[in-house]
Structure formats: C-alpha cells, structure tokens
C-alpha cells in the first residue's frame, strides 16, 4: 500500500525550509496504481475497434461530400 502525507490546514514553510502545517499531518491511503495487465485483451480489442470505425466513418463521410462539392463545383 502506498500512502501520501497531506495537511488537514494550510501549509506554510519556515525560514529553514521546512514545511509546516496549521492542523495536523495525516496519512491519507493512495489508489493502486495503473496496471495494463489487469486490462481485457477482449474489450482493448473491441475498443479500438469502435475507434477505427468511427474515424472510417468520418472519413469517408468527408470524402463524399468533397466529391459532391467537386461535382457541383464542375458541373
């Protein structure tokens, strides 16, 4: 477990540097950090997935209507 140490004031620094708190100095627990293996290689997949198709779409939605324009433009 990793823990942070947090003032329950303010914090002020005195001529030596120190830091120092108006209330108290409490150990406050911190979240478990990130880690990629606890990720489902089934939904990373189905994400980027959604992701691709997405960009696809705008894509070639962008496209069609350059064409358009590009038709109407020459005719």
Same mark, same amino acid.
């Given at each position: 477990?990793?823990? =942070?140490? !947090?003032? #329950?004031? !303010?914090?002020? @620094? #005195?001529?030596? %540097? =120190?830091?120092?708190?108006? &209330? %108290?100095? @409490?150990? $406050?627990?911190? +979240?478990?950090?990130?880690? +990629?293996?606890? *990720? #489902?290689? =089934? @939904?990373?997949?189905? @994400?980027? &997935? /959604? &992701?691709?198709? *997405? $960009? !696809? !779409? $705008? *894509?070639? /939605?962008? /496209?069609?209507?350059?064409? $358009? *324009?590009?038709?109407?433009?020459? =005719?």
């Amino acid at each position: 477990m990793t823990y =942070a140490l !947090t003032c #329950d004031g !303010t914090v002020s @620094v #005195d001529a030596g %540097g =120190a830091p120092l708190c108006s &209330g %108290g100095w @409490v150990l $406050v627990q911190l +979240p478990e950090q990130f880690d +990629p293996s606890q *990720l #489902d290689p =089934a @939904v990373l997949a189905q @994400v980027f &997935g /959604i &992701g691709f198709t *997405l $960009v !696809t !779409t $705008v *894509l070639l /939605i962008g /496209i069609g209507c350059k064409a $358009v *324009l590009d038709f109407l433009k020459h =005719a």
